[in-house]
């Protein structure tokens, strides 16, 4: 059975439609999680997928056409109508689009998938939309979790998702500069092989990395597990190439400029709503040496808390840094405790109490990426002033493990989805001054609501990114699916979000706006900031086929 871990060091096959990775990595959900969930009152009622033969789809409306004038495009071989095609093209991965496809509801699928090979073909293939009023769904991993490849469907308009697979080279290196012109289409795995033929590294591992794209990270503002070090993959942008429905752009000249406004800004996070990411210049870096993960326990959260703002205070943040709260510590931590480890939940009660089961304080994992003697000297540096702090070190297996299981998440939910348990994320980040109060807003706003309707919630936290001024604050819920899941989720999300709003905090770290985060837009950057992103869309895209409603209505 290939594990998470060797998906990462050998690339990925194609996903299950019905959820994430291949089938060969799923695994029953283990007993003692089972075991876990049940103490809590989380009732298990296996639930498995549809047969793919099915699924519901509406009826194609791509007129014959203007099918054809695709298929002179990009050629016959590369526009599919046929079903699972369509299927595997719908919608993103969050919990409510997996729920809706397990269902057999693929009701957003779009009408053709569309492989450019190249820029030049996807110029073409939006010259021919526009003119015939066809929305094109920029498509790269489908990892989006915030409604991002569901585009709403103006007057009946046959909708295709460009699927940007082709552009998956990587084009000129430049050691000297320090910089690598990576294809959009390009996957995680398969950038990072590419460029350690050249010795170098991109240090860009969010979740989503098996599957998400170049284009993908870019068209979102990605942050990966390793942000601290490398820094957020918009850091990473030296430059861009953008096929629009008016024409070709290029971005980025230099290293910084003066030029006016940097309009890379306009196209980081835009989520295909403005043009299409073509290729991304990259800043890289020479593959790392050495590399440290280490495991400590902090007495409580908010003591990890003040740690982690010292560290950033005085620029020793690791490249890896996060911070379980007492509840995600338990939750992840619910097998036999190790020697030196943290002790795993033995009591019983609803999710909201799963804390008090917790013996170790909070689980804090550190990484080190780099020139041997440089990590040598920063984890020595960080060990002393966590050590300072009230923190201990866990045994040396830790760090390593929580490393070896960084991407099992995904594939945990799908278990806990199987057994008709459900499972979502939400993420957010605000300054230090705020933060206690955006956590407790938050927590208290997804455990009221899902509490209310007697779902018995356990709600995690943890801290993954760290800044100068504040950090992200990702939460983890997981509760009994009830009659509505989808309806409950949104209840539940639209309270966390107006907590959010109400502490200050972003709607959004890293996951973008999409749909999801669009009702809380105006409050993040004003009402005159979205009549600037119109006016954008209105330039960029006059015909209005992009992604119709994502990012801005």
Same mark, same amino acid.
């Given at each position: 059975?290939?594990?998470?871990?060797?998906?990462?060091?050998?690339?990925?096959?194609e996903p299950v439609w019905w959820g994430w990775g291949p089938a060969s990595a799923h695994e029953p959900l283990p007993d003692e999680v089972r075991g876990l969930l049940a103490r809590l009152g989380i009732p298990?009622?296996?639930?498995?997928?549809?047969?793919?033969?099915?699924?519901?789809?509406?009826?194609?409306?791509?007129?014959?056409?203007?099918?054809?004038?695709?298929?002179?495009?990009?050629?016959?071989?590369?526009?599919?109508?046929?079903?699972?095609?369509?299927?595997?093209?719908?919608?993103?991965?969050?919990?409510?689009?997996?729920?809706?496809?397990?269902?057999?509801?693929?009701?957003?699928?779009?009408?053709?998938?569309?492989?450019?090979?190249?820029?030049?073909?996807?110029?073409?293939?939006?010259?021919?939309?526009?003119?015939?009023?066809?929305?094109?769904?920029?498509?790269?991993?489908?990892?989006?979790?915030?409604?991002?490849?569901?585009?709403?469907?103006?007057?009946?308009?046959?909708?295709?998702?460009?699927? +940007? !697979?082709?552009? *998956?080279?990587?084009?000129? #290196?430049? $050691?000297? %500069?320090?910089?690598? &012109?990576?294809?959009? @289409? /390009?996957?995680?795995?398969?950038a990072e092989a590419l460029l350690a033929e050249h010795g170098l590294s991109l240090g860009h591992v969010p979740q989503s990395w098996e599957y998400a794209t170049i284009g993908g990270f870019a068209a979102t503002?990605?942050?990966?597990?390793?942000?601290?070090?490398?820094?957020?993959?918009?850091?990473?942008?030296?430059?861009?190439?953008?096929?629009?429905?008016?024409?070709?752009?290029?971005?980025?000249?230099?290293?910084?400029?003066?030029?006016?406004?940097?309009?890379?800004?306009?196209?980081?996070?835009?989520?295909?709503?403005?043009?299409?990411?073509?290729?991304?210049?990259?800043?890289?870096?020479?593959?790392?040496?050495?590399?440290?993960?280490?495991?400590?326990?902090?007495?409580?959260?908010?003591?990890?808390?003040?740690?982690?703002?010292? +560290? !950033?205070?005085? *620029?020793?943040?690791?490249? #890896?840094? $996060?911070? %379980?709260?007492?509840? &995600?510590?338990?939750? @992840? /931590?619910?097998?036999?405790?190790?020697?030196?480890?943290?002790?795993?939940?033995?009591?019983?009660?609803?999710?909201?109490?799963?804390?008090?089961?917790?013996?170790?304080?909070?689980?804090?994992?550190?990484?080190?990426?780099?020139?041997?003697?440089?990590?040598?000297?920063?984890?020595?540096?960080?060990?002393?002033?966590?050590?300072?702090?009230?923190?201990?070190?866990?045994?040396?297996?830790?760090?390593?493990?929580?490393?070896?299981?960084?991407?099992?998440?995904?594939?945990?939910?799908?278990?806990?989805?199987?057994?008709?348990?459900?499972?979502?994320?939400?993420?957010?980040?605000?300054?230090?001054?705020?933060?206690?109060?955006?956590?407790?807003?938050?927590?208290?706003?997804?455990?009221?609501?899902?509490?209310?309707?007697?779902?018995?919630?356990?709600?995690?936290?943890?801290?993954?990114?760290?800044?100068?001024?504040?950090?992200?604050?990702?939460?983890?819920?997981?509760?009994?699916?009830?009659?509505?899941?989808?309806?409950?989720?949104?209840?539940?999300?639209?309270?966390?979000?107006?907590?959010?709003?109400?502490?200050?905090?972003?709607?959004?770290?890293?996951?973008?706006?999409?749909?999801?985060?669009?009702?809380?837009?105006?409050?993040?950057?004003?009402?005159?900031?979205?009549?600037?992103?119109?006016?954008?869309?209105?330039?960029?895209?006059?015909?209005?086929?992009?992604?119709?409603?994502?990012?801005v209505a």
């Open positions: 059975m290939t594990s998470t871990g060797q998906a990462r060091r050998t690339g990925s096959t298990a009622r296996p639930t498995a997928p549809v047969p793919l033969d099915q699924v519901r789809l509406p009826p194609a409306r791509l007129p014959v056409a203007a099918r054809e004038a695709l298929a002179t495009i990009v050629g016959s071989g590369h526009v599919h109508t046929h079903d699972e095609a369509r299927i595997r093209h719908c919608r993103g991965r969050s919990t409510t689009d997996l729920l809706r496809l397990r269902a057999g509801d693929a009701g957003a699928a779009p009408d053709a998938v569309v492989l450019p090979a190249d820029h030049d073909e996807v110029l073409a293939v939006l010259r021919l939309a526009s003119r015939e009023r066809i929305v094109v769904v920029p498509f790269g991993g489908g990892t989006s979790v915030v409604g991002g490849l569901e585009p709403a469907r103006p007057a009946e308009r046959p909708v295709v998702a460009l699927d +940007l !697979a082709r552009l *998956d080279a990587l084009g000129r #290196v430049d $050691r000297e %500069s320090g910089t690598a &012109e990576l294809g959009a @289409g /390009l996957r995680g795995p398969r503002r990605s942050s990966g597990q390793a942000s601290a070090g490398y820094g957020r993959f918009d850091e990473l942008v030296v430059g861009l190439r953008v096929a629009t429905p008016v024409g070709s752009w290029e971005l980025g000249r230099a290293p910084a400029s003066a030029a006016g406004p940097d309009l890379r800004e306009l196209l980081l996070g835009s989520e295909g709503a403005f043009g299409v990411i073509t290729q991304v210049v990259a800043r890289v870096r020479p593959l790392p040496a050495r590399r440290i993960f280490e495991g400590w326990s902090v007495p409580d959260f908010a003591t990890g808390t003040r740690l982690l703002r010292t +560290l !950033a205070a005085g *620029d020793l943040r690791p490249t #890896v840094c $996060r911070l %379980s709260d007492e509840t &995600e510590t338990v939750g @992840g /931590l619910a097998r036999p405790p190790r020697p030196g480890g943290p002790a795993a939940a033995t009591g019983s009660g609803s999710g909201t109490d799963l804390a008090d089961g917790l013996t170790g304080g909070c689980h804090l994992v550190t990484g080190y990426e780099g020139a041997a003697p440089a990590v040598e000297r920063r984890a020595a540096e960080v060990a002393g002033v966590l050590l300072a702090g009230g923190a201990r070190r866990l045994d040396a297996a830790a760090g390593p493990d929580w490393e070896r299981g960084r991407f099992r998440a995904p594939y945990l939910r799908d278990a806990l989805l199987d057994q008709g348990i459900f499972a979502e994320t939400l993420e957010t980040a605000g300054f230090w001054a705020t933060l206690p109060a955006l956590y407790a807003g938050v927590r208290a706003a997804l455990i009221g609501s899902l509490g209310a309707a007697q779902l018995s919630p356990v709600v995690m936290c943890h801290i993954s990114h760290l800044y100068a001024t504040g950090a992200s604050l990702y939460f983890t819920v997981v509760c009994a699916q009830g009659v509505d899941p989808i309806g409950s989720w949104r209840a539940a999300k639209t309270a966390a979000g107006d907590a959010i709003v109400a502490a200050g905090g972003t709607i959004t770290h890293h996951h973008a706006v999409g749909t999801e985060h669009r009702p809380w837009l105006d409050a993040e950057i004003g009402g005159l900031g979205v009549d600037v992103l119109r006016a954008v869309k209105r330039t960029l895209d006059p015909a209005g086929i992009l992604n119709p409603g994502i990012l």
